[in-house]
């Protein structure tokens, strides 16, 4: 468009179509000098915001000596002054370490929270928004992801109305039903064909860690952080550091683990299973993976996780493990996760009172008690 000069130096203007009316319209400009840089910027329509070419001036005068903001940044300064999602998520992550868990929800973030509802305060959502973030991110990913990304939205949004950046939600999210417990075990013969093969690799590290998640139960990230010092050789115990549930917890150090330990390599890192340099380690998929595979276990069987659940598995089968005792081994902050197993209590209590109806029928016939075998195990499909 055509710039017309006015009598105040550095102020010009344009003619535009009038907003909200008919005819046309000034739409005031300023140039100026500063920091060897020249710059052009808008002040105002006539109309619009009542501008004339005096207060133009008076505008142009005030950003040379810095007293006034330009126009954009005033609207960049009004947007930072707004706890959206996207500014209540980075105050949110500053107080938090740098962990696995934080990257992942950092990648949640960044690919669904953020291009959805990322402008918005949370007084703006409503249960139609957070609906259709559910229904967005359910067309191509799991419901457990689904869960995670609202539940990573929703916990966001209370940690601002915790600090009162923001109001909370006035309404309840959106509820992602979720079935996805998987409970892995092993037959008596993948098992022994596992053992063999942990007692046989080269790689020493590898085939103790997963020794030790079956004799223990612990997870994964906790033998990761597992340091020589939580190790209670004289009182039988270990020290678990920040395990899952959030609170510090001891669990016994059994005989198979006891005598592991004592044999495990150990050099002048402070950790059991030690990273490169001596560092806490992050990762020990690959060789875990290569053993599975080497064992011929099921491609779907997770070597650690998995090995986990065995432990629970082989103690509650016993019958002589009750679920707040694995509960306590297993380190659980509740017990719903550990009530995956009681199926397998209830199958060992039924083999006992199975027992005792074979015994008693034993003595009614004159037999002597344990001259027969038998064997209720297979009878449940249990090996």
Request: with cysteine.
């Amino acid at each position: 468009m055509k710039r017309y000069k006015t009598i105040y130096p550095g102020v010009f203007f344009r003619e535009a179509d009038r907003i909200g009316g008919k005819g046309i319209e000034r739409i005031y400009y300023v140039v100026f000098k500063k920091d060897g840089k020249v710059h052009e910027e808008k002040v105002g329509r006539q109309y619009v915001d009542d501008m004339t070419p005096a207060r133009a001036a008076r505008i142009r005068a005030e950003r040379i000596e810095g007293k006034r903001l330009s126009r954009k940044e005033v609207r960049q300064a009004e947007a930072e002054t707004k706890w959206t999602v996207t500014h209540l998520w980075q105050e949110y992550i500053k107080h938090k370490p740098s962990t696995k868990s934080l990257a992942t929800d950092r990648g949640r973030f960044q690919n669904f929270i953020a291009p959805a509802l990322g402008n918005k305060e949370p007084a703006e959502l409503s249960p139609l928004d957070l609906d259709r973030l559910r229904i967005s991110v359910g067309k191509n990913h799991r419901p457990q992801t689904v869960k995670h990304i609202v539940a990573l939205l929703v916990r966001i949004i209370n940690y601002g109305a915790r600090l009162g950046l923001c109001p909370g939600l006035t309404f309840k999210a959106p509820t992602i039903k979720v079935n996805n417990l998987k409970t892995e075990d092993l037959s008596l013969e993948q098992l022994s064909r596992l053992l063999t093969v942990l007692d046989e690799d080269h790689d020493t590290q590898a085939a103790n860690f997963m020794k030790l998640v079956l004799y223990t139960g612990m997870r994964r990230g906790e033998l990761f952080k597992l340091r020589w010092e939580d190790v209670d050789f004289d009182r039988g115990f270990i020290h678990i550091c920040g395990p899952k549930g959030g609170k510090d917890q001891i669990i016994p150090l059994n005989l198979a683990a006891r005598e592991l330990l004592e044999n495990h390599p150990r050099d002048d890192s402070p950790y059991v299973f030690p990273g490169r340099g001596g560092g806490q380690r992050k990762d020990i998929k690959r060789p875990v993976n290569r053993i599975r595979k080497k064992a011929g276990l099921p491609k779907d069987f997770r070597p650690l996780h998995g090995l986990r659940h065995v432990f629970a598995s082989m103690l509650v089968s016993t019958g002589q493990v009750d679920l707040y005792t694995l509960q306590r081994l297993l380190t659980h902050k509740s017990p719903t996760m550990t009530a995956r197993y009681a199926h397998l209590r209830d199958q060992a209590l039924r083999r006992a009172s199975d027992l005792a109806g074979v015994l008693i029928g034993q003595a009614m016939n004159g037999t002597e008690a344990g001259t027969e075998v038998v064997n209720l195990k297979d009878r449940d499909g249990l090996e």
